[in-house]
């Protein structure tokens, strides 16, 4: 049976989830090419990501960051490639 807090809770695991693939993508930008690429470094980026996404004082923030990347990809505008678009904060 659904109730509102199983919602919340799927809802807080999305939007985590979301965060961590923002985050590995930001460690992967942000890699410097000389430096090996190592997984526990991106996987470390990637809980941090999570963390950021699920604090309820960032949410407004996010949720802008991801607003913003959804207009870029609905008006397909060429700021994929700048750093507002790709960095996590």
Same mark, same amino acid.
């Given at each position: @049976?659904?109730?509102?807090?199983?919602?919340?809770?799927?809802? @807080?695991?999305?939007?985590?989830?979301?965060? =961590?693939?923002?985050?590995? $993508?930001?460690?992967?930008?942000?890699?410097?090419?000389?430096?090996?690429?190592? =997984?526990?470094? @991106?996987?470390?980026?990637?809980?941090?990501?999570?963390? $950021?996404?699920?604090?309820?004082?960032?949410?407004?923030?996010?949720?802008?960051?991801?607003?913003?990347?959804?207009?870029?990809?609905?008006?397909?505008?060429?700021?994929?490639?700048?750093?507002?678009?790709?960095?996590?904060?």
């Amino acid at each position: @049976m659904m109730n509102q807090k199983n919602i919340l809770l799927g809802l @807080m695991v999305g939007w985590g989830g979301l965060g =961590y693939i923002r985050g590995t $993508i930001d460690y992967e930008y942000n890699r410097s090419y000389r430096e090996p690429f190592l =997984y526990t470094n @991106m996987f470390g980026r990637g809980v941090y990501g999570f963390f $950021i996404y699920i604090n309820p004082v960032l949410l407004p923030y996010t949720v802008y960051k991801e607003l913003y990347r959804l207009e870029v990809c609905l008006r397909q505008l060429d700021s994929k490639n700048t750093d507002f678009y790709k960095k996590l904060l």
